[in-house]
């Protein structure tokens, strides 16, 4: 089998919702499925994802766990509990090494971008770095807790993702890149590059770009599953 069907294998067998029930992207799904049933807005979608996003590093387990945790704190409202402007500030873990208070500083910044702005989606990946994350500018970072809340909210297909930014085109996303992206796509020979950075990420897209043009973050999930079958050996 070439890497090609390889790719279009995995990919068509793990982008299913089986695979991702204990997953961080299972938090702001519950926002989404209320949403649908009109007792949620879109924008708890939103400030769901951001928590789900910045946590999403670690055990799985962990990372699902410490995502309610906080959304128990913001009591299942994510989008009213950001727009109240009053938060938790301490110096006592939630994740990690991410504390409540620098969770009160993202919250801080998406109250003062919602109070201007009807949705997170215009923002570029560089202008989420620094008007949510509060990180400085680095148009060479791959980003990719950004890069992965953007593939929730924008890949259109209705199994794993949202699809609720219409305004912005599958085609245009990046992989978010991780170790263990980076890992399987170097073990694959679809980069050579060492750096976790934007052009390595890039550079990967551009692989998938070549097999699924108009949606390339479905290689996304070829790699999850490939990185799945390599740990089971």
């Keep these: 089998m070439?890497?090609?069907?390889?790719?279009?294998?995995?990919?068509?067998?793990?982008?299913?919702?089986?695979?991702?029930?204990?997953d961080p992207i299972s938090g702001p799904r519950h926002f989404l499925e209320m949403a649908k049933?009109?007792?949620?807005?879109?924008?708890?979608?939103?400030?769901?994802?951001?928590?789900?996003?910045?946590?999403?590093?670690g055990r799985r387990s962990m990372i699902?766990?410490?995502?309610?945790?906080?959304?128990?704190?913001?009591?299942?409202?994510?989008?009213?509990?950001?727009?109240?402007?009053?938060?938790?500030?301490?110096?006592?873990?939630?994740?990690?090494?991410?504390?409540w208070c620098e969770m009160a500083a993202i919250f801080e910044r998406l109250r003062l971008y919602f109070s201007d702005h009807e949705s997170l989606e215009s923002l570029s990946a560089d202008g989420f770095r620094t008007l949510v994350f509060g990180q400085k500018s680095d148009l060479k970072a791959a980003n990719k807790k950004i890069h992965m809340m953007r593939r929730w909210m924008v890949r259109r297909d209705g199994i794993v993702d949202f699809g609720i930014w219409k305004d912005t085109d599958p085609a245009c996303l990046i992989i978010p890149l991780d170790t263990h992206v980076h890992t399987q796509a170097r073990a694959l020979?679809?980069?050579?590059?060492?750096?976790?950075?934007?052009?390595?990420?890039?550079?990967?897209?551009?692989?998938?770009?070549?097999?699924?043009?108009?949606?390339?973050?479905?290689?996304?999930?070829?790699?999850?599953?490939l990185g799945v079958t390599a740990n089971s050996k």
């Design 37 to 57: 049933q009109s007792r949620a807005d879109l924008k708890d979608v939103e400030v769901a994802s951001v928590v789900a996003a910045h946590l999403a590093w």
């Design 189 to 225: 020979g679809i980069t050579n590059r060492n750096a976790t950075d934007f052009r390595t990420a890039d550079e990967i897209t551009d692989y998938f770009r070549g097999i699924f043009p108009a949606d390339p973050c479905l290689g996304d999930f070829a790699l999850f599953g």
């Design 64 to 99: 699902v766990r410490d995502i309610r945790r906080a959304y128990d704190e913001m009591g299942w409202k994510p989008y009213d509990y950001v727009m109240r402007g009053s938060y938790r500030c301490d110096p006592v873990s939630l994740h990690r090494t991410v504390k």
């Design 2 to 22: 070439s890497l090609e069907e390889k790719v279009r294998e995995y990919a068509a067998k793990y982008n299913s919702r089986q695979y991702f029930e204990e």
